[in-house]
T-cell receptor, first 115, second 115 residues
Framework: EAGVVQSPRYKIIEKKQPVAFWCNPI?????LYWYLQNLGQGPELLIR????????DSQLPKDRFSAERLKGVDSTLKIQPAELGDSAVYLC?????????????FGEGSRLTVL | GNSVTQMEGPVTLSEEAFLTINCTYT??????LFWYVQYPGEGLQLLLK?????DKGSNKGFEATYRKETTSFHLEKGSVQVSDSAVYFC??????????????FGKGTHLIIQP
């Protein structure tokens, strides 16, 4: 069974440019998460989806960040315009909504460098 | 709010040494506790978990016991191997059933095992 797939793995852009990250969760996983991981830090939740509904986006900087999960499967995270401080790894994870193990399954991440 | 504090690294040990990575937490209610591991070039993956006080999670020779009285979930292994070199993250979830509501992570501890 395929795991969580993210693309691109690496992205280098100039500041003020837009960037988008794509995530395909594990088949059948209703819950999808986007996390931000700064260098030397643990992941921090940006947004959580239950199917196509964003049920927790309190930590998403809405002035420049946006996300969507239109059909309740794949998701896209966008930054426009990017700033130097956005350089980080963007992690996508998925889980069953009513998981009895509490396990999140993570993708390999998308590493963003803003110059 | 919820928080997780874990010992800072890097932690450098010789092969077959005993390992302890300390983790303490602050949470309202009764969280589930997790250890995730990130091997070089790979995504985060669940190592072990415990969902209630006095539970012991174990996997691949690693163990951690949920200690409510000391709000701790220290990771231990009796004899480490070079292949255990990775970054280890302690995490908690205060949602019912564990991870469906998202996880709060510690900053991570980089473990280096020398042959």
């Amino acid at each position: 069974e395929a795991g969580v797939v993210q693309s691109p793995r690496y992205k280098i852009i100039e500041k003020k440019q837009p960037v988008a990250f794509w995530c395909n969760p594990i088949s059948g996983h209703n819950t999808l998460y986007w996390y931000l991981q700064n260098l030397g830090q643990g992941p921090e939740l940006l947004i959580r989806y239950e199917n196509e509904e964003a049920v927790d986006d309190s930590q998403l900087p809405k002035d420049r960040f946006s996300a969507e999960r239109l059909k309740g499967v794949d998701s896209t995270l966008k930054i426009q315009p990017a700033e130097l401080g956005d350089s980080a790894v963007y992690l996508c994870a998925s889980s069953l909504t009513r998981s009895n193990t509490g396990e999140l399954f993570f993708g390999e991440g998308s590493r963003l460098t803003v110059l | 709010g919820n928080s997780v504090t874990q010992m800072e690294g890097p932690v450098t040990l010789s092969e077959e040494a005993f390992l302890t990575i300390n983790c303490t937490y602050t949470a309202t209610g009764y969280p589930s506790l997790f250890w995730y591991v990130q091997y070089p070039g790979e995504g985060l993956q669940l190592l072990l978990k415990a969902t209630k006080a006095d539970d012991k999670g174990s996997n691949k020779g690693f163990e951690a016991t949920y200690r409510k009285e000391t709000t701790s979930f220290h990771l231990e292994k009796g004899s480490v191997q070079v292949s255990d070199s990775a970054v280890y993250f302690c995490a908690l979830s205060d949602g019912a059933g564990g991870g469906a509501d998202g996880l709060t992570f510690g900053k991570g501890t980089h473990l280096i095992i020398q042959p």
